[in-house]
């Protein structure tokens, strides 16, 4: 009787250590989510920015 109760246990205890597994993968990838969203409004901030320094530079080569 005894080996059967330990199974249950493991068993549940193995369920509860997956769970646990699960829930830090679910953050982390959250994490992840936030940091890619923060790094492409950088890089669309960075090409807006060299966008805007390049057409200056055109209008002074044009006035050459």
Do not use: H, K, Y
Request: hydrophobic share 55%; glycine share 10%; net charge positive.
């Amino acid at each position: 009787m005894f080996w059967p109760m330990f199974a249950v246990a493991m068993g549940f205890l193995g369920l509860a250590v997956l769970g646990v597994l699960a829930v830090r993968v679910f953050v982390e990838a959250q994490r992840l989510g936030r940091q890619v969203g923060d790094s492409a409004r950088r890089i669309n901030q960075a090409a807006e920015d060299l966008e805007r320094a390049s057409t200056g530079v055109a209008r002074a080569v044009d006035s050459l």
